[in-house]
């Protein structure tokens, strides 16, 4: 009972977190089901439940339909399932497992709570204008970046496939940098992009064996409730400050992760 309890807080907990801030869904989930003393595989399995759940609630209440674009969702989702087939079969054959997908997993939240620093603290020292003229309302490809667009969705579908991490916030830091679309079409582009790789990932995962679903329906219920919450409170203050100490917590999770295995 106590530990029912423990996870449905942490659903509740890391719900309300993505429904505040939009990230630190998997960040979060994949490393505290560990720590909790989760296996590694059906930790990633299981947080893909969650994450493919709570990620298709947030992109309801948040509305950002209006903010798709589809030349960048074409560039992106057909390499990122390319790399989900192809972290499946790395997890089919035993190619990777255990502590290598551990340290794996740490050093890919490593990257994404720097990266989120990063972010951070450029946008403190100078804040983005969305209605500037160096930003388009619709995607165009200046041949070179497009290249690096189906590498970085390619990347990014591999490493949800291996850890559940990355769809969110490493996906998102990639567009921005190498595309001056919106930066809200990019957001809403690639909530719906994550939302589609995360859903392939969790059936790949489900066929592995790696979803514990009776531990997903202790985390789901919590974690709608959660993001609705954020997402309320997310209208009344600036999450900025929070965002910076989420990527604190997932920086130090990345580094107890690693440590534990040396």
């Excluded at 609705?228 to 990527?247: D, E």
Aim: glycine share 12%; net charge positive.
């Amino acid at each position: 009972m106590l530990a029912d309890t423990m996870f449905e807080l942490l659903g509740l907990a890391v719900g309300f977190l993505v429904g505040l801030t939009g990230i630190g869904g998997g960040a979060l989930m994949t490393p505290s089901l560990i720590l909790l003393g989760v296996g590694v595989e059906r930790a990633v399995g299981t947080d893909l439940a969650y994450a493919f759940t709570i990620k298709s609630f947030s992109s309801v209440i948040h509305k950002r339909g209006q903010n798709f674009d589809s030349k960048l969702f074409l560039y992106t989702a057909p390499s990122g399932i390319a790399g989900i087939l192809s972290g499946y079969y790395l997890l089919r054959e035993r190619v990777v497992y255990g502590d290598t997908l551990t340290a794996i997993l740490g050093a890919v939240l490593f990257v994404v709570s720097v990266l989120m620093i990063y972010s951070g603290i450029k946008h403190r020292i100078k804040t983005e204008c969305f209605a500037c003229e160096k930003y388009c309302e619709t995607f165009e490809s200046n041949g070179g970046n497009a290249y690096w667009l189906i590498a970085v969705g390619f990347a990014v579908g591999l490493l949800v496939q291996l850890t559940s991490v990355g769809s969110g916030t490493l996906l998102t830091f990639a567009v921005l940098n190498l595309t001056n679309l919106k930066p809200n079409r990019v957001v809403g582009t690639d909530l719906v992009t994550s939302t589609l790789l995360s859903g392939f990932a969790l059936l790949s995962h489900g066929w592995l064996g790696n979803v514990d679903f009776d531990l997903a329906l202790k985390l789901i219920p919590a974690g709608i409730t959660g993001a609705f919450a954020g997402y309320l409170v997310s209208k009344r203050c600036s999450p900025s400050t929070l965002k910076m100490a989420i990527s604190g917590s997932i920086g130090l999770a990345s580094l107890t992760l690693i440590a534990g295995k040396f």
